[in-house]
């Protein structure tokens, strides 16, 4: 069956430092995965998605994730923070079956 | 282009009563899923409305059913509310025949039974 393990529910960083949210997946064949990016009051946001092409994908407000099927690792990154970060994220598998498992979310803070 | 619309927003209902949560897909998409999403966790699948029809089902009892209209739009309905009930609803809309599922979220219904 297929899971997603967020490490940490919250993450701090400063401002223009490393942004680095945690992913591990569990799933019988080879997946899909997705960060969805959540702000107060509103509903999801598609930050990136991997599909069986290139390892590294780029997505949206410079974030990035590489896939790394030895650890069965799906991380995200943001060389710099900004205030507008700060949200809730979201990493989610799909074997292609049409329906997304979410991990619990990862609330990131970004300081002054 | 409008996204994903959902209402109502906000939705206050007592214990044992019906609720009806609707959704209009983003111009183009012809497939509905609905997500529950209760507070400080992951959105959960509820199912997945295709051709008017039920393709895919989580883990949700009967109490949760739902309809897709010719338009695509699409209506959750919940009976017999539970506490356990309050939480984001959300809808999100795709395109099939995908393989990949890519879906377009709505800003969700806040349902609170007291």
């Known amino acids: 069956a297929q899971s997603v393990t967020q490490l940490g529910s919250h993450v701090s960083v400063s401002e223009g430092a490393l942004v680095l949210l945690r992913c591990n997946y569990s799933s019988s064949v080879p997946p899909y995965l997705f960060w969805y990016v959540q702000y107060p009051n509103q509903g999801l946001q598609l930050l990136l998605k991997y599909t069986s092409a290139a390892t590294l994908v780029k997505g949206i407000n410079g974030f990035e994730a590489e896939f790394k099927k030895s650890e069965t690792s799906f991380h995200l990154t943001k060389p710099s923070a900004h205030m507008s970060d700060a949200a809730e994220y979201f990493c989610?598998?799909?074997?292609?079956?049409?329906?997304?498992?979410f991990g619990s979310g990862t609330r990131l803070l970004v300081r002054p | 282009d409008a996204g994903v619309t959902q209402s109502p927003t906000h939705l206050i209902k007592t214990r044992g009563q019906q609720v009806t949560l609707r959704c209009s897909p983003k111009?183009?998409?012809?497939?509905v899923s609905w997500y529950q999403q209760a507070l400080g966790q992951g959105p959960q699948f509820i199912f997945q409305y295709y051709e008017e029809e039920e393709r895919q089902r989580g883990n949700f009892p009967d109490r949760f059913s739902g309809h897709q209209f010719p338009n695509y739009s699409s209506e959750l309905n919940v009976n017999a509310l539970l506490l356990g009930d309050s939480a984001l609803y959300l809808c999100a809309s795709s395109f099939s025949p995908g393989q990949v599922v890519s879906e377009y979220f709505g800003p969700g219904t806040r349902l609170t039974v007291t």
């Open positions: 989610a598998v799909s074997e292609g079956s049409y329906k997304l498992i």
């Open positions: 111009s183009g998409h012809d497939t």
